[in-house]
Nanobody
Framework: QVQLVESGGGLVQAGGSLRLSCGAS????????MAWFRQAPGKEREFVAA????????YSTGSVKGRFTISRDNAKNTVYLQMNSLKPEDTAVYYC????????????????WGKGTLVNVSS
């Protein structure tokens, strides 16, 4: 089992920044590809960004490209999501996910999920 705990969410004004963290425990962190998803009120969960086990490859969805950056520190068992130039439409609960396969975690079929952290962007 892998336990994931997100933190760093909160209320921020449009144009501001936040950095989300997701700490992992239970298994060897570097064995897992990681991803961030989000779910806005009344909407389906959507993919935000993903990173391979080594951190060598990252991918993010078009709506956040150039604004959000995913990274990881395998020594600290943590994945991050740096969010800049935030917009009201970024308001959502953000979840991190882990799976041994990069293709699986990006498809939203990860084996492990955190409980989420709320990001609220005011206009």
């Amino acid at each position: 089992q892998v336990q994931l705990v997100e933190s760093g969410g909160g209320l921020v004004q449009a144009g501001g920044s936040l950095r989300l963290s997701c700490g992992a425990s239970g298994r060897t962190f570097s064995n897992y590809a990681m991803a961030w998803f989000r779910q806005a009120p009344g909407k389906e969960r959507e993919f935000v960004a993903a990173i391979t086990r080594s951190g060598g490859i990252t991918y993010s969805t078009g709506s956040v490209k150039g604004r959000f950056t995913i990274s990881r520190d395998n020594a600290k068992n943590t994945v991050y999501l740096q969010m800049n130039s935030l917009k009201p439409e970024d308001t959502a609960v953000y979840y991190c996910a882990a799976d041994s396969l990069y293709v699986t975690v990006t498809a939203g079929k990860a084996a492990y999920w955190g409980k989420g952290t709320l990001v609220n962007v005011s206009s």
